[in-house]
């Protein structure tokens, strides 16, 4: 178990609540989140990057809940967004648009209209075409975009291939010799203001190397902008630090570890005085978060056990999607004798699935579990498919708990819906 998930009694609890006391309260599948498990997560990465002047952007794509994003608000995050809809979440949330960096490589004109009226702090721009749109849309309002200019530093993060997104053979970002060329065409447009340069190179990186060696092609860009007279004043490492999922194939790096490779590979630039910005999404919530969800049938055969559970792809796609690992457990009895089961969802797929011939505890029909490690991405790429209304999320502080999303009703399903 870890952070804080703990047994108590032989009863798995959120920091002092009970888990099976949110499940009978709110039904399953249910997520939940620790909110003092977000603050320590939070601060560790703060402190790590304490060595200069710095923004952390909370990548709000990785939980866009509300209540979670006003948690990041109050610890003084900003966001890092990849649509308008995620800008309304986070001013919703309470968040500033000042503080808000916009990546992704298709934003609409109407997108980049409202982001420059809300006043956003930066455009990360990831192509030629993208600058010329966004320059031509400023100048019609009579506004600048401030802008960084994403790169691709063709580096290998050594993760999922879905995940990774700094290699040249990925859509994201100008490559390292388009670039110099970019940014001197970007100074030049009345409609843009050049402030940055920024990367990021892939989710779930276990290793500082990826980090340091992307950082190292930002530095030498950023000095060859300089003699040129282009004085920037932000560097953004993107985000991308990973979690321990509980595999028990090794832990990533610790955020001080992360924070002393940035330092480290930073320090050429150290007199230019930048700003260092962050994009860091799961490292802040995904420990936080479990799926809670209960046992319905058992079945097996001449080859295979499985454990039928209410929770399914829907709610949880990761381990469909990338074949991910996520730690489970009864909430009750931990210790008993291990039986080799797949942990299956209710869904109409081969891939629904949260654990293949994963030895543990012996599961009992009508028995609560927790699927761990599934704050980041787990609701917020959960999803409707087979009539599944999502599932409510909790946040707990301390004893007590705030039921901070409901489950959706099946009228708020068809709401925009009617017969031809
Ligand atoms: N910045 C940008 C531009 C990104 O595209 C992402 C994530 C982040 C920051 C935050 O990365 P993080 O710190 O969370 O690793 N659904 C996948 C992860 C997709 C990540 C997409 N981009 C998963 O469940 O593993």
């Given at each position: 178990m870890s952070g804080p998930f703990e047994y108590n009694n032989g009863e798995l609890h959120c920091e002092g609540v009970s888990l099976t006391a949110i499940a009978e309260a709110v039904g399953t599948p249910a997520y939940v989140y620790s909110r003092t498990e977000i603050e320590r997560a939070y601060r560790a990465f703060d402190e790590a990057l304490a060595f200069m002047p710095h923004e952390i952007c909370y990548a709000v794509k990785a939980n866009s809940t509300l209540g979670v994003l006003g948690v990041l608000v109050e610890l003084g995050a900003g966001a890092d967004i990849v649509s308008v809809g995620e800008l309304y979440r986070w001013l919703r949330a309470?968040?500033?648009?000042?503080?808000v960096v916009f990546s992704g490589v298709g934003k609409s004109e109407s997108e980049m209209k409202t982001a420059l009226e809300a006043g956003i702090g930066c455009f990360n721009v990831e192509s030629a075409e993208e600058l010329v749109a966004l320059d031509a849309v400023a100048q019609k309002m009579g506004k600048r975009a401030r802008i960084s200019i994403r790169v691709n530093p063709d580096v290998d993060p050594e993760t999922h291939p879905y995940i990774s997104t700094g290699l040249k053979t990925n859509k994201f970002g100008v490559s390292m010799a388009e670039a110099p060329e970019l940014f001197r065409d970007a100074a030049k447009r009345a409609g843009l203001e050049v402030i940055g340069v920024d990367c990021h190179i892939g989710s779930q990186l276990t290793k500082t190397s990826p980090f340091a060696d992307a950082i190292a092609r930002l530095v030498q860009l950023i000095t060859d902008l300089d003699k040129d007279g282009i004085k920037l004043r932000h560097v953004d490492v993107g985000g991308g630090l990973g979690i321990d999922y509980g595999k028990g194939d090794g832990v990533p790096p610790t955020p001080a570890e992360y924070g002393a490779a940035v330092q480290k590979a930073l320090a050429p630039i150290a007199k230019l005085g930048l700003k260092l910005m962050t994009e860091p999404g799961r490292v802040l919530v995904g420990s936080a978060g479990a799926l809670i969800s209960r046992v319905m049938f058992r079945k097996h055969n001449e080859l295979k056990h499985f454990t039928i559970v209410d929770a399914a792809m829907n709610d949880l796609m990761r381990p469909a999607l990338y074949g991910s690992f996520h730690p489970i457990q009864p909430l009750k009895n931990p210790n008993r004798p291990l039986v080799k089961t797949d942990v299956v969802?209710?869904?109409?797929?081969?891939?629904?699935?949260?654990?293949?011939d994963r030895e543990l505890p012996a599961l009992e029909a009508g028995e609560l579990i927790w699927i761990g490690a599934a704050g980041a991405y787990g609701a917020a790429m959960a999803s409707n498919y087979n009539t599944r209304p999502r599932a409510p999320e909790v946040l707990v502080e301390g004893n007590t708990y705030t039921v901070i999303r409901t489950r959706e009703t099946y009228e708020q399903l068809v709401a925009n819906e009617k017969l031809a």
């Open positions: 309470g968040g500033t648009a000042e503080h969802g209710p869904i109409c797929e081969t891939g629904d699935f949260f654990a293949r």
